[in-house]
């Protein structure tokens, strides 16, 4: 035996080895461990989760809500009782009032996959990204949680030229028109939107907000130059005194003491004159302010921080009228309101930026507009060339940091620097 092992030992392993290998390929079941069947490797289903509900579970109905349609109506059609839609109801009232359910609003019902499709789950949604989920027990149990879409945020760069409006330069060029309310903001205290010139341009960074592929509007301006006038106004956003704010490249704030206009998307009808034809009287007189043509209900701001001051109809031709005191004897008018916002009275306290009215027609006027006009101590002046006070600057402490952000924003802007990672440092400041 030694000898017919020493002989043939080498060859009878061989042969063991290959054996063993055939019956492990062709005999041996496979382990479900090993991943895989038939040769090739088996693939794990990802489960389908919507609103935070595995949706693989149940058999899914999506409507939306009609017009004058209830949410009694609809929980009816999913076989839902009285009691049942009672209880609902109690149990929801702290977190989503269902009477507030709106005409065209998507909802989706999760029922259960069985003889009855009984509703298990019911969710509506409040908006493109905010949802309300009612969840169904045994009994008359009933859980209910309000829930948000996963946002997606994708950085943009943009430019473009203006022709006739801002308004229209965006439209033209495929940019979201919220662009337009939130250049706006940014610079109202510094460019007069209702000077804009053919040839002027902007440049902007932003967040695109998307949910799945839908844009659901924008979020952060991330810095933008405008040039309008012969003059190039940048915008930097930084961070200071724990919040984020705008200022030029020298690091002056953006923020003003007066706004340049009470009103946005509208244009000058008439200007500063002291000896104006009236439209009505056609009596030549002077006409100490400046009309803002824009349709009737159209919100009026507060174009600084002040006090209300007199709050009147005026039988000579104002109608609706109310005057507000600022600081260093400034005091402006509006006059011709449809109607003034809630809680302006006399004496009130009010925010620059704040709806204080609603442009109108009454008094002796032509059509929708709003009399804008500003006093110095008492003295009439031009409301578009009221000298404006700096704001606060960046803090020395805080220069340096502002300047490497300077340096991202006008990098990126002007193209000598790509999309960078300057966004998170600028959280962290």
């Known amino acids: 035996m030694n000898s017919f092992l020493k002989k043939y030992g080498l060859t009878v392993l061989a042969a063991m080895i290959v054996v063993a290998a055939v019956v492990a390929l062709f005999v041996l079941p496979r382990g479900e461990g090993s991943g895989h069947r038939n040769g090739t490797r088996e693939q794990v289903k990802e489960p389908t989760i919507l609103y935070g509900i595995n949706a693989d579970n149940y058999q899914l109905v999506e409507g939306q809500i009609g017009a004058g349609e209830t949410m009694s109506n609809i929980f009816d059609g999913f076989g839902l009782g009285p009691a049942r839609i009672h209880r609902i109801e109690q149990v929801s009232r702290d977190s989503f009032d269902l009477r507030k359910v709106r005409a065209g609003n998507r909802y989706v019902a999760f029922l259960e996959p069985d003889s009855l499709a009984r509703l298990a789950h019911f969710v509506y949604e409040k908006s493109l990204t905010d949802y309300f989920v009612i969840t169904l027990g045994g009994g008359d149990t009933v859980k209910v949680r309000n829930g948000q879409k996963p946002v997606r945020i994708d950085r943009r760069h943009a430019n473009a030229e203006i022709s006739s409006s801002m308004w229209n330069a965006i439209v033209d060029n495929g940019l979201p028109p919220a662009l337009a309310a939130e250049l706006e903001d940014i610079y109202g205290w510094s460019i007069d939107f209702f000077g804009i010139q053919s040839g002027d341009s902007f440049e902007v960074i932003y967040d695109q907000r998307y949910v799945d592929t839908l844009p659901v509007g924008i979020g952060r301006i991330w810095g933008s130059v405008f040039k309008h006038a012969d003059k190039t106004h940048y915008a930097i956003p930084f961070r200071q005194d724990g919040k984020i704010a705008y200022w030029d490249e020298n690091g002056n704030s953006l923020k003003k003491q007066f706004l340049k ?169």
């Open 261 to 429: 206009a009470p009103l946005k998307y509208t244009r000058i009808s008439s200007g500063y004159s002291n000896a104006r034809r009236h439209p009505i009287t056609r009596v030549v007189r002077p006409h100490q302010a400046i009309d803002y043509a824009a349709p009737s209900g159209t919100p009026v701001s507060a174009v600084a921080d002040g006090v209300v001051s007199r709050r009147f109809w005026d039988s000579k031709g104002g109608g609706n009228t109310l005057f507000i005191k600022h600081a260093r004897g400034y005091e402006s008018g509006y006059l011709h309101l449809r109607g003034f916002a809630s809680g302006i009275v006399v004496g009130a306290r009010v925010r620059q930026g704040q709806v204080i009215g609603y442009v109108g027609t009454t008094g002796a006027s032509t059509g929708p507009h709003l009399d804008f006009r500003v006093r110095v101590n008492g003295r009439p002046v031009n409301p578009l060339k009221i000298p404006q006070e700096p704001g606060e600057p960046v803090k020395a402490a805080n220069k340096a940091a502002f300047e490497q952000v300077r340096a991202r924003v006008m990098g990126e802007l002007d193209g000598s620097l790509p999309p960078g990672e300057w966004l998170v440092q600028l959280d962290s400041l």
